[in-house]
């Protein structure tokens, strides 16, 4: 009796496993076939947002990093004995916390070889920018290793004006300090 229960248990499990595994084989086919066809109606779609955002993605690289090269504050627009701003440096800083769109006003120094001088030129824009802020919203300031473009503003007027009072001497080429020309 015992041997007849086994074996009929074991012919049904037999006969039920038989017919589930074709099943089975065909089910995961057919998801296979109808996922398949899904991807291939839909083929441009999932990988156009990707592309697009890898083509935008150098652009705002660029406007972040023009924008931090036009909030960045050199050396020129310190006092190099107090490390106080300049007019020059202030009118900057009014600019950047007026002008400059909202998510952009970010104030960038120039770092110094010396650390005291960073952070006092830093600490110096920060007094500057609470002094003068008008909504209480004070600018983000960073250090950098952006070097700024440009020199103090002495020197180019010192530039302009000698180049004013030695144009009658160029006659078209460039002459050194000191030589003129005979005429």
């Avoid at 697009?52 to 909030?71: K, L």
């Amino acid at each position: 009796m015992r041997r007849t229960i086994l074996v009929t248990l074991a012919t049904l499990t037999m006969a039920f496993w038989a017919t589930s595994a074709p099943a089975v084989f065909i089910d995961s086919t057919a998801h296979y076939i109808k996922s398949g066809y899904r991807r291939n109606v839909a083929w441009p779609y999932p990988y156009i947002c990707p592309d697009r955002m890898a083509v935008r993605q150098p652009f705002e690289i660029m406007i972040r990093n023009g924008w931090r090269r036009q909030n960045l504050l050199g050396a020129h627009f310190f006092n190099p004995a107090t490390n106080q701003l300049t007019t020059a440096g202030e009118l900057q800083i009014r600019w950047i916390m007026t002008q400059a769109p909202p998510e952009f006003r970010q104030v960038f120094i120039e770092r110094s070889i010396e650390p005291t001088v960073t952070a006092d030129r830093i600490a110096a824009t920060r007094q500057y920018a609470a002094r003068i802020s008008l909504d209480g919203q004070l600018p983000e300031v960073y250090e950098t290793d952006m070097i700024a473009d440009g020199q103090n503003a002495a020197i180019v007027d010192a530039n302009n004006a000698w180049f004013m009072t030695n144009m009658h001497n160029f006659n078209g080429l460039y002459l050194p300090p000191g030589q003129q020309t005979s005429q």
